[in-house]
């Protein structure tokens, strides 16, 4: 889901009509495999080949800016769990090259499409994609697969986009920190999904925070209010329960982690960056699904969440998240220190701090889900490379650590959060019988 507001710069595609050729044009040599050697060696030619595993929204907005962000970046293998998911995905992507071609009176932005017969579907396409000879692997299926999808990736010594969060569980999380550590000694780049810090006007935001410009931070609110969600997929009779899950996987935690982890998790972000990532003690909280329609196609999931962090230094973060049909929209954040309060709704462009010197910002805005994908190529052609491995997991965690605490009622520490062995997904996904996950009731829900 992309932050807040239902503007997805991922998805602001042209929906001209799909007339070109997807047909390759003299590929460069194909790796299967590769050695560590050989990426080293490749990362000398032009070509970087692309593949996507997950061909939604996310990942066909990703495809493009990726495409995008290097001159020698190609498609090459796209994968998905649904064969039909597949052809959108390479027509949006293939559009957005023309009208790039047509733009610029090119004809180069189309040939970068050259994804032949390299397409492939059901849980194992993972494999396929990369066995296919990529060197990038873009990672944006629902959150459940992420860990397992990143640990096959860079075994295969691929760098990788990453979206959020990393994983549903703790244990999702802990394989997500080794990927993250088995990356950095591979050299191979690893960029998170979390785009707002690759944003230059929260950025500057941050950096004022952290530089004193409102004294000592000691409070820290955060929401993430939206009025509806994706619309629902009714059953259909040739589903299977898990078919059926797999097409509402927002809708079953053990799927999406929850919106708290899902979604609400950008705004939870702004939090740990202005914590300058320091984990806190413990966070507790409240939460429970009011205005969902408790049909099957709605899942398990709730549909509000309020947390409250508290960490070593004294600070204290408040977080709220709903669903709420009918109700205003608010997705911002305001920090508030010794000398000062700072305002941040970078939707609108608010970026102020009131109290004792006071300040507005002043960097211009950018396409923050392109710059991630220029900042990953260019780390990848300078061998300089780029590893949000720890912060992307200590910010999932961070909402699973919420998400935890409000389900059980409990108060949750980092260290317990951590050290969970709770897996959400304690059988392994293959179409057929499912049952359906329970609603969580505080108090009754034991499980951290
Ligand atoms: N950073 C952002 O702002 C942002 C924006 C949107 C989505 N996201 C994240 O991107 C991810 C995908 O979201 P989306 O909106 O694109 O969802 P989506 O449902 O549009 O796409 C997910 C795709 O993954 C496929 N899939 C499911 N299980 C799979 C498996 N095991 N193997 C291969 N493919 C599988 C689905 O069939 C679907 O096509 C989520 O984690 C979401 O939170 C992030």
């Given amino acids: 889901m992309s932050p807040t507001k239902p503007i997805d710069p991922n998805l602001l595609i042209s929906r001209r009509v799909f007339t070109a050729s997807t047909a390759a044009i003299g590929a460069a040599a194909v790796f299967a495999n590769p050695s560590l050697g050989m990426i080293k060696g490749l990362r000398a030619q032009n070509t970087l080949k692309v593949g996507v595993v997950g061909c939604g929204g996310r990942g066909t907005g990703a495809v493009i800016q990726a495409l995008k962000a290097d001159p020698g970046s190609i498609l090459w293998a796209m994968g998905d769990l649904f064969e039909e998911k597949i052809q959108p995905c390479l027509r949006y992507s293939t559009e957005a090259m023309l009208d790039l071609d047509d733009e610029q009176g090119t004809t180069t932005w189309s040939k970068k499409i050259q994804v032949e017969d390299r397409k492939f579907h059901g849980f194992n396409a993972i494999h396929k994609v990369l066995a296919s000879g990529v060197d990038v692997m873009i990672l944006t299926t629902p959150p459940a697969f992420r860990p397992e999808h990143l640990k096959h990736s860079i075994e295969a010594n691929k760098h990788v986009f990453c979206e959020k969060p990393v994983a549903v569980d703790a244990p999702g999380v802990r394989s997500v920190l080794e990927s993250a550590r088995i990356a950095k000694s591979k050299s191979l780049s690893l960029m998170s999904g979390f ?24 409070t820290i609110q955060t929401t993430y209010n939206t009025t509806g969600w994706v619309e629902p997929n009714p059953r259909k009779a040739e589903w299977s329960d898990a078919e059926f899950q797999l097409r509402n996987w927002q809708y079953f935690s053990p799927l999406s982690a929850d919106h708290v982890a899902e979604q609400a998790v950008h705004a939870i972000d702004w939090q740990a960056w202005a914590m300058q990532d320091q984990t806190p003690l413990r966070c507790f909280g409240v939460g429970g699904r009011q205005t969902r329609p408790n049909l099957d196609e709605t899942g398990n999931v709730w549909d509000h969440f309020s ?46 701090i009131q109290g004792d010197t006071p ?59 951590m050290n969970s062995n709770v897996l959400l997904n304690e059988q392994t996904w293959e179409f057929g019988d499912r049952a359906t996950p329970a609603i969580p009731v505080p108090g009754t829900n034991e499980e951290i």
């Fill in 195 to 218: 785009c707002w810090r690759y944003q230059d006007q929260v950025k500057e935001t941050m950096n004022a925070i952290h530089n004193g410009g409102i004294g000592k931070l000691h």
């Fill in 307 to 352: 947390l409250i962090y508290e960490y070593a230094n004294g600070v204290r973060a408040y977080h709220m998240c709903r669903h709420w049909p009918n109700t205003p929209s608010d997705n911002s954040a305001y920090f508030q220190g010794s000398n000062g309060n700072c305002t941040m709704q970078p939707w609108n462009g608010t970026h102020t």
């Fill in 359 to 417: 300040w507005k910002g002043s960097a211009v805005s950018n396409d923050m889900y392109q710059r991630e994908h220029d900042v990953l190529f260019k780390s990848i052609r300078a061998n300089t490379p780029i590893n949000d491995g720890e912060f992307m997991s200590h910010t999932s965690l961070l909402a699973i650590m919420g998400r935890m605490a409000a389900y059980t009622g409990k108060v949750v520490t980092w260290e317990q959060a």
